[in-house]
């Protein structure tokens, strides 16, 4: 949660999903897949580094299969605390093993519902006005391109997203590379215009990568590029499964925590064979697979259970763990705000360090609507009150001021009430709790989809922040166009 005095984590962990002896029966099956199934690595010099650390390895069909002693003897190098910088350190965030929760934007939808109502692609101009109303989000901590614009070139896009987010943004941001180590390079260039050197960068990156693993048990040539030259140039990775339950890893919940817990901390495992000490955070984006619609459905009870048990999963070998999913629903209705409300407060109860995906989205991240954008703000400040819980105290009990009352007193004007009115209750923005007839004279009636409209508007009218002046804007700008191009000459190499 953003305060005055910068990012502050919420508390969260209250509800385990898993016992002691869960845990150790899918560390158990984990280890047996590894050692017996093994993972297909389509990387050469990764077969062989495999090899060279005492994993079995088949050339032919590129499969490694790794003891239990390696994998977690190289684990155990991988940092249990990183931080995830802001430009302004004021938003830096501190991650570790504990059940601290963070909240991460929504992400890449290729398609928005505008402030008319209109469903399309989503444009350049959108991830920029998206961008400034997450920026004025308390319960935004970490930032994510929301949408991936439709109106550019699709091959490289990510550099063009990696300019917008740099320029638009001073809290760290998720940056996807572009699959080689070649992006990474174009983005610290990028990055080192506002910083004033890689070196600096280097020393306190403010973007972190995500990188993805596929599920069943495969990582790719492009995953292990962009592994390796993150952690030769200290980039924290968020090694990400997208996982469905039913489809791609077995049907049932345990099975699926097992297939991501096998592939992500195998990938843990490499990054730390070659760059030992490596930041990188267990992640998953998955859920379960619909059964009539053969959709994901990644809001759904079970999706939930999942990253609840995937943090504990992450936390026992003791790395953070980023997590969860966005409404399957397509509009800003009663469905997404049910979807929205248990898939927070499981998540965060489960001690998910990073809530991902977590503002804007609908329709499992296919697409953006910018109201969602406050109403989901609102739905997390309500999660995170609930999850701070009851003070006990003597002085939150009130004792002394039961005795200065009395019987037929009242305790609106008590010391008491003043003193927790701010740290006690919630305040919302959208909820409206007036009358009927209240709510009739004041809004006319909007419901809180109409009354997070206005504000949006009022937003986009008023917060026109510049973090980049217009001279290293346009260096961005240049380097962003450049690596575009030389990114879709090398992707039609393959």
């Known amino acids: 949660m953003v305060t005055k005095d910068g990012i502050v984590p919420i508390k969260g ?69 990183v931080t995830l910088y802001g430009r302004d350190h004021r938003y830096d965030v501190r991650l570790n093993d504990s059940d601290d929760v963070y909240v991460m934007g929504g992400a890449g939808a290729l398609h928005v519902i505008d402030l008319d109502g209109v469903y399309r692609p989503s444009t350049l101009q959108d991830l920029r006005d998206l961008t400034r109303i997450e920026d004025t989000l308390e319960n935004m901590d970490i930032a994510h391109f929301l949408v991936t614009p439709q109106d550019i070139p699709q091959d490289g896009f990510e550099m063009i997203t990696f300019a917008e987010m740099l320029k638009n943004n001073t809290r760290n941001f998720y940056a996807l590379v572009g699959g080689c180590a070649e992006g990474l390079r174009y983005e610290l260039e990028m990055a080192s215009v506002a910083a004033g050197s890689i070196e600096e960068v280097k020393k306190s990156p403010f973007f972190t990568a995500g990188l993805c693993v596929i599920s069943p048990l495969t990582q ?43 592939n992500v901390l195998s990938a843990v495992a ?57 409404p399957d629903s397509k509009l800003p209705d009663a469905q997404m705000g049910y979807e929205r409300a248990l898939h927070f407060l499981g998540c965060a109860m489960g001690g998910v360090n990073i809530i991902h995906v977590a503002i804007g989205n609908l329709e499992m991240m296919s697409l953006a609507n910018y109201e969602q954008c406050l109403i ?17 105290s003597r002085e939150a009990i009130g004792v002394e001021t039961f005795k200065e009352v009395g019987h037929s007193g009242q305790f609106l004007a008590s010391e008491q009430t003043l003193k927790f009115l701010r740290s006690e209750r919630w305040e919302p923005v959208l909820t409206d709790r ?36 217009e001279k290293k804007a346009k260096e961005i700008d240049r380097i962003a166009s450049m690596a575009q191009k030389e990114i879709a000459k090398i992707r039609k190499k393959y």
């Open 220 to 262: 790719t040539e492009d995953f292990v590029e962009e592994l390796f030259a993150c952690g030769s140039n200290k980039i924290p990775a968020y090694i990400e499964s997208d996982a469905l339950a039913g489809g791609t890893t077995p049907f049932t919940i345990s099975g699926t925590v097992v297939e991501i817990n096998a």
């Open 13 to 81: 962990g209250q509800a385990k999903v898993l016992d002691s002896g869960q845990i150790s029966n899918l560390h158990e099956a984990t280890v047996e897949i590894l050692e017996e199934v093994g993972i297909k690595l389509l990387h050469d010099r990764a077969l062989e580094i495999m090899e060279g650390n005492g994993c079995r390895v088949d050339f032919d069909k590129k499969i490694v299969k790794i003891p239990e002693d390696i994998l977690m003897k190289h684990v155990k190098k991988a940092p249990s605390e």
């Open 376 to 392: 989901d703000n609102e739905i997390l400040g309500a999660t995170f009150r609930m999850i701070r819980g009851i003070d006990c």
């Open 434 to 469: 007036t009358s009927w007839d209240s709510w009739q004279a004041h809004t006319g009636g909007k419901d809180i989809r109409e009354r997070a409209k206005d504000r949006v508007r009022e937003i986009l009218s008023t917060h026109n922040p510049v973090y980049i002046d």
């Open 270 to 326: 490499l990054s730390q064979m070659v760059n030992p000490g490596a930041p990188c955070i267990y992640s998953s984006s998955s859920g379960i697979l619909d059964m009539r619609s053969l959709n994901l459905a990644g809001s759904a009870p079970e999706s939930t259970l999942l990253h609840m048990a995937q943090a504990q999963m992450a936390h026992h070998y003791n790395l953070p763990y980023y997590g969860s999913n966005t």
